[in-house]
Nanobody, 119 residues
Framework: QVQLVESGGGLVQPGGSLRLSCAAS????????MGWYRQAPGKQRELVAT????????NYADSVKGRFTISRDNAKKTVYLQMGSLPPADPSVYSC????????????WGQGPQVTVSS
């Protein structure tokens, strides 16, 4: 069973930066797609960014392009989300996600650190 352990959430001032980390347990595969989703109270969960383990190909939501960077360290089995120029926002839960297609398609989620952007 894959476990995703996140860290790095908290309170940050508007315009500031924050980095989230997500470490996966067990084996990793080149076809694994890992990423981050976020959900604010009363809103639908939305995709923030994804990265493919083998190719390191990335994908971003239009709302974060140019401000967020997703990356990964395969030796540490960890994905990072560097967030910058954060606008004021209600607390959002940022959840790490893994989609694996080795045997069928399976989805795995982390608990999700909360990020609050406020002065």
């Amino acid at each position: 069973q894959v476990q995703l352990v996140e860290s790095g959430g908290g309170l940050v001032q508007p315009g500031g930066s924050l980095r989230l980390s997500c470490a996966a347990s067990g084996a990793i595969f080149g076809s694994d797609v890992m990423g981050w989703y976020r959900q604010a109270p009363g809103k639908q969960r939305e995709l923030v960014a994804t990265i493919i383990t083998g190719s390191l190909s990335t994908n971003y939501a239009d709302s974060v392009k140019g401000r967020f960077t997703i990356s990964r360290d395969n030796a540490k089995k960890t994905v990072y989300l560097q967030m910058g120029s954060l606008p004021p926002a209600d607390p959002s839960v940022y959840s790490c996600h893994l989609r694996r297609t080795v045997v069928g398609t399976t989805f795995h989620w982390g608990q999700g650190p909360q990020v609050t952007v406020s002065s």
